[in-house]
Nanobody, 123 residues
Framework: QVQLVDFGGGLVQAGGSLRLSCAAS??????TGWFRQAPGKEREFVAV????????YYADTVKGRFTISRDNAKNTVYLQMNSLKPEDTAVYYC??????????????????WGQGTQVTVSS
């Protein structure tokens, strides 16, 4: 079992930055990803990090602007978001994998989800 609480969202102007956090309890050494869902759109993959932080992967839309990291001593995964754009506006969710899955970008690969945190970027 894994419990996830994601937070840190808010309202920011275009070009600004936010850092999202995902605090985990339970089975915390899991590969963890961030997804987002904009109004009227399907949930999409943003980034993923291995359980030890040694491997990361990003969606092309955020590569170079977002950085995923983790502090296992604090059981927390972070998503640093810089150079934010209005199109980054969405509810952001962290999610944890407990199975060995090939496709980290597929939301069905994840077994546990946070409740989501709203990010709004104004132009």
């Amino acid at each position: 079992q894994v419990q996830l609480v994601d937070f840190g969202g808010g309202l920011v102007q275009a070009g600004g930055s936010l850092r999202l956090s995902c605090a985990a309890s339970g089975r915390t050494r899991s590969k963890t990803g961030w997804f987002r869902q904009a109004p009227g759109k399907e949930r999409e993959f943003v980034a993923v990090i291995s359980w030890n932080g040694g491997s990361t992967y990003y969606a092309d839309t955020v590569k170079g602007r977002f950085t995923i990291s983790r502090d296992n001593a604090k059981n927390t995964v972070y998503l640093q978001m810089n150079s934010l754009k209005p199109e980054d506006t969405a509810v952001y969710y962290c999610a944890a994998q407990t199975r060995i899955i090939a496709d980290d970008t597929d939301e069905t690969s994840y077994d546990y989800w946070g409740q989501g945190t709203q990010v709004t970027v104004s132009s």
